[in-house]
């Protein structure tokens, strides 16, 4: 059935419906569809609603942080928007609802917090300054426009106001930190010896009949994991590269001289005199320049006459300049000015300025044969992915219909490639990929034989795939595994020996025999360990959980037990004497940390019943 839906798609009806869908796209564009129409909230929060447009927002935002926290490493499918959709949409309702809540209390941010903020973050500066254009900039190339950034920004503060009060209302007794220190500083004398497991390794030759019945008490343990021949077809940038043509390089070569990082680069400090009367300009910018002719530093003259405000702090700084960034009048000024000499009043909208070039870096452009392999590059880049993603698209049409992907193929110029035996867990080569496994193992293309989706992975690189064949787990034969069926007797017969030599030192020490006594007989050394507590690094950590889990001793029994290790040693232990904890015997760093752990831990807690009670007090519709 699901085939026959993949065939119908393509029909004549189906290619209507999508016709008038791009002819109502052209007429009134998608926002129409998506964002203007009425009635196109995704939920409502207490009567507020929340729309697809700030759905996708938070969508793009939740890619970023996922991009630049996992890089290189990042799986594509966890960028998919509908594994992302739901958390990112809760995550809106979790925050519409204590915004509503921060506003109930009365909480509010001024203009003058959100541009202390913004004012203070580092992607808008430059050379250590705030920058307009930076900050026009860096928002454009995230998608977001400045009033939009501003109220996210508002938000943010208000929800983190709110949450601070919360975390603040919040304090530790001297009961609960007692308490606490009474477990977390609690100390433990004890004593214990090690088996190694090397003492009882069984070289002792293992019978056939061993071998026979154990392969066959243990088939299970023998048997080829699950796994599926794949056909698929890859593409990927490399492929669709062509040579260049010498006219397009030098093209691409008289492009690049242009580029910011092959200009000269001006600092330029400056005097504004704001546009205004000329009979108080003129006086106010003589003096100006009387001083500057009197040898007075510039900064000096820019702080007591610059009306610029923001560079006058700086001594009229503006920082760097390739030719682009102020009002041309200013820029004709500077390509002319040499370092260290100040212009002649130059007049702009902004007012009239006496400038400054306080330095001049010139960059020497490389040659085009130094150029040349990277031009190339790029070249082919560019043209490639042109290449590229238009054979995807006609791939993502072809294999979708085609039961199998010969088809594809041969319309595309491609060769079918095959993997044998890949399994769930596979680990190694293209396809311990996590998006490939799990389509491959998806019903769709496992269960149901379908070419899977085209699946996009990282550099560039696309595959579609299907299942050849289906390889059940069989048992392997035991003559092909004879000396892993020993190698697991001789594992099982040694643990068996270590541990039944660790019970019987169990049961002497619980009938009352010194642990010293006991290890000496056996040929072990005995370790004691006084005042143990939970960080101790000498003890293995193994031992101190373990340690740390027995019951205290009454009177003058001890406690005890035995663990056997992950390399398979095993370790008799006997707790002699708890000592409990206090905070009054903590000194100061510890204090202070104890208490930072109780009221972070309180406030976490206060936080989460905070918003199960603002969830279960709302009126919550998710609409889509």
Do not use: C, W
């Given at each position: 059935?699901?085939?026959?839906?993949?065939?119908?798609?393509?029909?004549?009806?189906?290619?209507?419906?999508?016709?008038?869908i791009v002819v109502s796209f052209a007429f009134f564009g998608i926002e129409s569809i998506l964002v203007n129409g009425g009635g196109n909230e995704i939920a409502e929060v207490n009567g507020e609603s929340i729309y697809p447009q700030e759905l996708q927002q938070a969508l793009d935002t939740q890619?970023?942080?996922?991009?630049?926290?996992?890089?290189?490493?990042?799986?594509?499918?966890?960028?998919?928007?509908?594994?992302?959709?739901?958390?990112?949409?809760?995550?809106?309702?979790?925050?519409?609802?204590?915004?509503?809540?921060?506003?109930?209390?009365?909480?509010a941010v001024s203009e003058n917090e959100i541009g202390q903020v913004v004012g203070s973050m580092d992607q808008f500066k430059v050379d250590g300054a705030f920058s307009p254009e930076a900050y026009k900039s860096v928002l454009a190339n995230a998608g977001y426009t400045p009033g939009f950034f501003k109220q996210s920004l508002h938000d943010e503060l208000l929800v983190n106001q709110l949450r601070s009060g919360l975390a603040g209302s919040d304090f530790a007794t001297l009961f609960e930190l007692d308490l606490n220190a009474e477990v977390i500083s609690e100390q433990r004398d004890l004593r214990y010896f090690t088996i190694p497991r090397e003492s009882f390794s069984l070289d002792s030759a293992i019978s056939e009949e061993q071998i026979s019945e154990y392969y066959k008490a243990h088939q299970d343990n023998f048997r080829t994991p699950e796994s599926v021949d794949v056909d698929y077809l890859e593409l990927s940038l490399d492929d669709f590269r062509q040579p260049v043509e010498e006219g397009a390089i030098l093209e691409a070569y008289e492009q690049a001289k242009q580029e910011a990082q092959y200009q000269t680069q001006n600092r330029v400090s400056h005097i504004l005199f704001e546009s205004g009367d000329e009979q108080d300009l003129e006086p106010r910018l003589a003096k100006a320049q009387e001083k500057l002719a009197a040898g007075v530093p510039f900064a000096d003259v820019a702080k007591e006459f610059s009306d610029d405000v923001g560079s006058a702090e700086k001594g009229g700084d503006l920082g760097y300049t390739s030719g682009d960034t102020f009002p041309k009048e200013m820029e004709s000024a500077i390509s002319k000015l040499q370092p260290g000499v100040v212009s002649g009043p130059v007049k702009t909208d902004a007012g009239t300025h006496l400038i400054l070039v306080t330095e001049r870096k010139e960059t020497n452009i490389p040659s085009l044969e130094e150029m040349r392999e990277q031009l190339i590059d790029k070249i082919q880049r560019e043209d490639a992915r042109v290449a590229l993603v238009r054979t995807v698209e006609s791939l993502k049409d072809l294999a979708f219909n085609a039961e199998d992907l010969s088809y594809p193929a041969k319309e595309l110029n491609l060769s079918v490639q095959q993997q044998n035996a890949v399994t769930r867990t596979q680990n190694e080569g293209l396809f311990s990929n996590p998006a490939l496994l799990e389509a491959l193992f998806s019903d769709d293309v496992f269960s149901a034989g379908n070419n899977s989706d085209v699946i996009e992975l990282a550099g560039d690189k696309f595959v579609v795939l299907r299942v050849r064949n289906h390889n059940a787990p069989e048992v392997k034969p035991l003559e092909s595994i004879r000396q892993e069926v020993v190698s697991a007797i001789v594992e099982e017969n040694t643990r068996n020996a270590v541990s039944a030599e660790a019970v019987d030192a169990l049961k002497q020490v619980r009938a009352g025999e010194a642990l010293a006594r006991i290890a000496e007989a056996k040929g072990?050394?005995?370790?004691?360990?006084?005042?143990?507590?939970?960080?101790?690094?000498?003890?293995p950590p193994e031992v101190i959980q373990r340690a740390f889990e027995l019951p205290t001793p009454a009177g003058d029994a001890t406690s005890s037990d035995f663990i056997i290790t992950p390399n398979g040693d095993a370790v008799v232990i006997e707790l002699v004497r708890v000592i409990p904890g206090s905070y009054k015997s903590l000194d100061e760093p510890e204090k202070l940390q104890l208490q930072k752990l109780l009221v972070t831990e309180s406030g976490q807690l206060i936080d989460g019943e905070f918003q199960r009670g603002l969830q279960e007090s709302a009126d919550i519709s998710v609409l889509q």
């Amino acid at each position: 059935m699901l085939q026959d839906i993949r065939k119908n798609v393509q029909g004549t009806t189906a290619k209507i419906v999508v016709g008038l869908i791009v002819v109502s796209f052209a007429f009134f564009g998608i926002e129409s569809i998506l964002v203007n129409g009425g009635g196109n909230e995704i939920a409502e929060v207490n009567g507020e609603s929340i729309y697809p447009q700030e759905l996708q927002q938070a969508l793009d935002t939740q890619k970023r942080r996922l991009i630049a926290m996992m890089g290189a490493n990042l799986d594509p499918t966890l960028l998919d928007d509908e594994r992302l959709k739901p958390q990112v949409l809760a995550a809106l309702i979790s925050q519409k609802l204590e915004i509503q809540a921060a506003s109930k209390l009365n909480l509010a941010v001024s203009e003058n917090e959100i541009g202390q903020v913004v004012g203070s973050m580092d992607q808008f500066k430059v050379d250590g300054a705030f920058s307009p254009e930076a900050y026009k900039s860096v928002l454009a190339n995230a998608g977001y426009t400045p009033g939009f950034f501003k109220q996210s920004l508002h938000d943010e503060l208000l929800v983190n106001q709110l949450r601070s009060g919360l975390a603040g209302s919040d304090f530790a007794t001297l009961f609960e930190l007692d308490l606490n220190a009474e477990v977390i500083s609690e100390q433990r004398d004890l004593r214990y010896f090690t088996i190694p497991r090397e003492s009882f390794s069984l070289d002792s030759a293992i019978s056939e009949e061993q071998i026979s019945e154990y392969y066959k008490a243990h088939q299970d343990n023998f048997r080829t994991p699950e796994s599926v021949d794949v056909d698929y077809l890859e593409l990927s940038l490399d492929d669709f590269r062509q040579p260049v043509e010498e006219g397009a390089i030098l093209e691409a070569y008289e492009q690049a001289k242009q580029e910011a990082q092959y200009q000269t680069q001006n600092r330029v400090s400056h005097i504004l005199f704001e546009s205004g009367d000329e009979q108080d300009l003129e006086p106010r910018l003589a003096k100006a320049q009387e001083k500057l002719a009197a040898g007075v530093p510039f900064a000096d003259v820019a702080k007591e006459f610059s009306d610029d405000v923001g560079s006058a702090e700086k001594g009229g700084d503006l920082g760097y300049t390739s030719g682009d960034t102020f009002p041309k009048e200013m820029e004709s000024a500077i390509s002319k000015l040499q370092p260290g000499v100040v212009s002649g009043p130059v007049k702009t909208d902004a007012g009239t300025h006496l400038i400054l070039v306080t330095e001049r870096k010139e960059t020497n452009i490389p040659s085009l044969e130094e150029m040349r392999e990277q031009l190339i590059d790029k070249i082919q880049r560019e043209d490639a992915r042109v290449a590229l993603v238009r054979t995807v698209e006609s791939l993502k049409d072809l294999a979708f219909n085609a039961e199998d992907l010969s088809y594809p193929a041969k319309e595309l110029n491609l060769s079918v490639q095959q993997q044998n035996a890949v399994t769930r867990t596979q680990n190694e080569g293209l396809f311990s990929n996590p998006a490939l496994l799990e389509a491959l193992f998806s019903d769709d293309v496992f269960s149901a034989g379908n070419n899977s989706d085209v699946i996009e992975l990282a550099g560039d690189k696309f595959v579609v795939l299907r299942v050849r064949n289906h390889n059940a787990p069989e048992v392997k034969p035991l003559e092909s595994i004879r000396q892993e069926v020993v190698s697991a007797i001789v594992e099982e017969n040694t643990r068996n020996a270590v541990s039944a030599e660790a019970v019987d030192a169990l049961k002497q020490v619980r009938a009352g025999e010194a642990l010293a006594r006991i290890a000496e007989a056996k040929g072990y050394a005995m370790q004691v360990e006084l005042a143990v507590d939970r960080r101790n690094s000498a003890v293995p950590p193994e031992v101190i959980q373990r340690a740390f889990e027995l019951p205290t001793p009454a009177g003058d029994a001890t406690s005890s037990d035995f663990i056997i290790t992950p390399n398979g040693d095993a370790v008799v232990i006997e707790l002699v004497r708890v000592i409990p904890g206090s905070y009054k015997s903590l000194d100061e760093p510890e204090k202070l940390q104890l208490q930072k752990l109780l009221v972070t831990e309180s406030g976490q807690l206060i936080d989460g019943e905070f918003q199960r009670g603002l969830q279960e007090s709302a009126d919550i519709s998710v609409l889509q």
